[in-house]
């Protein structure tokens, strides 16, 4: 006699009609006459049934391992453009004038108001550069992605930072892909100095120095000399850049420090920042770098691009506290 498994149970044996097999009975043999082994014997203990997609006791597998890892790492790349950090740093200078130790500056950059930078995280970043109190805030390019209507809507939430001795900025290459004429004449009405190709000696408590900004160098409009015309030999100079790639030419120029963003920290940070032999990797993607004695600061930003993820750079305000040598 052969059995008709019901098809109303799809997935798992008939319980009733395992019950009815003794060990050794193939299906459709109901006697125990002449017992013939099944090929795939059904073990498990009386009363419990066999299930295909039933969960076991053994260890992890290695594949196991690895979606559960790409699970959590996905859950952190989502959540982390969330995770404002503030960054503090002390750089120390030679030729700062010894009036000025201790000079505050906070950086904010790569803002890329847009679809996945929202109105609630710029005025969060923009309370907490607040809060720390700084003498100037110097901000780096590309505070929009694409889209001309987040121009004004940014340009107002900047224009709440509030610094001892005013705000500072510079132009991004997405700012030249949307509209930097728009993006300069808002920020300037807000009370921001743009400085495109230019400087200015910056003179506060009997010192000063040298404070520049250049336009970007992605589009061709960088112009260092430009933006250093006027400096005395010997002064301190401090240059905005968007682009860290600036950083040969200002060694040459004997520019002290720079601060640029546009890397994002690289915004997925898979590698570690030193290679297999133990060496900073060649691109400074993000945190205090040196070329002979000019040093620069790369800023994770605070945006994203095409992507709303973030792994192992979350978005950042940077105090940066410069001291004396």
Known sequence: MFYDLPHRLPGYYNAQILATLRPGCQVGDNTNSQRTPMSTPIRGKPGSRALPYATDDRPGTPLRALALNLTQAARAALTEPYMLTVEHQQISLRRLPKALEGFRIVQLSDV??????????????????????????????????????????????????????GVYAVLGNHDHWTDAALITDLFRAEGIRVLINEGMRFEQQGAAFWLAGVDDTMVGLEDLPLALAGAAKNEMKLLLAHNPIILRRAARAAVDLVLS?????????????SSASGRPRRRLLKGLGRQGNTQIYVTRGLGTVVLPIRYGCPPEVSLLELRCV
């Open 261 to 273: 963003g546009h890397t994002h920290g690289g915004q997925v940070a898979w590698r570690s920042e």
């Open 112 to 165: 890329h108001h847009g679809p996945f930078s929202s109105k609630a995280q710029i005025e969060r970043a923009v309370e907490t550069a607040n809060r720390l109190k700084p003498d100037i805030i110097a901000l780096t390019g590309d505070y929009i992605s694409r889209e001309r209507q987040y121009a004004a809507p940014c340009a107002e939430m900047l224009g709440h930072l509030k610094a001892r001795y």
